[in-house]
């Protein structure tokens, strides 16, 4: 079962998990296996029209999923996704 990892800001909204076990194969279904088990997390995730927010990286393994399929990368059982978000500053 694929490994999602939990960043620090959005952990509140995970009931203060670092690591859920998620289902799917691919990473959309994953996300939306995350988001069905912590629903506050979808409003942080996806914009009103259900695309994934442009600040969320979502990173399988070291490659980010927006250089593979995108939401349509598929999944094996060992795979481990991290959800890191952008940091803005100046």
Same mark, same amino acid.
């Given at each position: 079962?694929?490994?999602?990892?939990?960043?620090?800001?959005?952990?509140?909204?995970?009931?203060?998990?670092?690591? +859920?076990?998620?289902?799917?194969?691919?990473?959309?279904?994953?996300?939306? %296996?995350?988001?069905?088990?912590?629903?506050?997390?979808?409003? /942080? #995730?996806?914009?009103?029209?259900?695309?994934?927010?442009?600040?969320?990286?979502?990173?399988?393994?070291?490659? %980010? +999923?927006? /250089?593979?399929?995108?939401?349509?990368?598929?999944?094996?059982?060992? %795979?481990? #996704?991290?959800?890191?978000?952008?940091?803005?500053?100046?």
């Amino acid at each position: 079962m694929p490994i999602l990892r939990i960043p620090t800001p959005l952990r509140p909204y995970a009931e203060g998990q670092t690591e +859920v076990n998620v289902q799917g194969q691919t990473v959309g279904e994953a996300l939306g %296996d995350l988001t069905a088990q912590f629903p506050e997390l979808k409003k /942080h #995730l996806f914009s009103d029209a259900g695309e994934l927010r442009a600040f969320v990286n979502l990173f399988l393994g070291e490659e %980010d +999923v927006r /250089h593979l399929e995108g939401v349509d990368t598929p999944l094996s059982e060992d %795979d481990k #996704l991290r959800i890191i978000p952008s940091i803005a500053g100046g």
